[in-house]
């Protein structure tokens, strides 16, 4: 079985891939796969510094992830041009990699963890889709805290995803992530019991 996990920015996810792969799923994580595809001598790298120009690496070659972010942040073209770039050999990286885990143990759960699910349109790759939720409010909050943003740079990020209630009501399974992790960790147990465990 697989299953694509998603949310939204500091919604929660990477708290509930840990939980998942505590309890024996297999993780692949886009943010992962992304970081990979972006290292010195990759051709997506190359192709990045040939749009952006030569400001997006740091002194030693390797990305500079707040100079890229600023400029595609700020512009919703710079962004999507970004996506085109990277997004293809992201999924094509992830389908692989989850190709081999179930060729590996058929019944191993294969979790996939992808940020921008739904805005890549890639719910159909998936036989079903994990939403980790928590009101915008609390998703802002959580946001400016964790990254030290301004009210203005959070929402300029949040922006840049679908709206987390959209993505709630596209949810196969729903883990609302606002009442602690004691709260998630049981959604999390009963969703293995009933799905996973059978």
């Known amino acids: 079985m697989n299953i694509g996990l998603t949310g939204g920015i500091a919604t929660g996810k990477s708290t509930v891939s840990r939980m998942l792969a505590s309890l024996g799923a297999a993780i692949i994580d886009a943010d992962v796969v992304a970081r990979e595809i972006m290292e010195p001598g990759h051709p997506?790298?190359?192709?990045?510094?040939?749009?952006?120009?030569?400001?997006?690496?740091?002194?030693?070659?390797?990305?500079?992830?707040?100079e890229l972010g600023?400029?595609?942040?700020?512009?919703?073209?710079?962004?999507?041009?970004?996506?085109?770039?990277?997004?293809p050999v992201i999924r094509s990286e992830i389908t692989a990699r989850m190709r081999a885990l179930e060729a590996e143990d058929p019944h191993r759960l294969v979790v996939c963890d992808i940020p921008l699910l739904y805005e890549s349109g890639q719910e159909g790759l998936y036989e079903q889709i994990m939403v980790v939720y928590?009101?915008?409010?609390?998703?802002?909050?959580?946001?400016?805290?964790?990254?030290?943003?301004?009210?203005e740079q959070a929402d300029s990020r949040l922006a840049a995803q679908m709206d987390i209630e959209l993505k709630k009501s596209k949810a196969d399974i729903l883990i609302d992530n606002r009442y602690g992790s004691e709260e998630t960790k049981r959604?999390?147990?009963e969703f293995w019991r009933e799905k996973v465990l059978i």
């Open 44 to 66: 997506v790298l190359a192709r990045v510094v040939e749009h952006f120009g030569q400001a997006v690496l740091n002194p030693d070659g390797t990305l500079n992830r707040k």
């Open 70 to 87: 600023a400029i595609v942040f700020a512009d919703v073209k710079q962004r999507q041009v970004l996506n085109d770039l990277t997004h």
């Open 134 to 151: 928590v009101p915008r409010e609390v998703q802002r909050k959580r946001l400016m805290e964790r990254d030290h943003l301004t009210l």
């Open 187 to 189: 959604q999390i147990e």
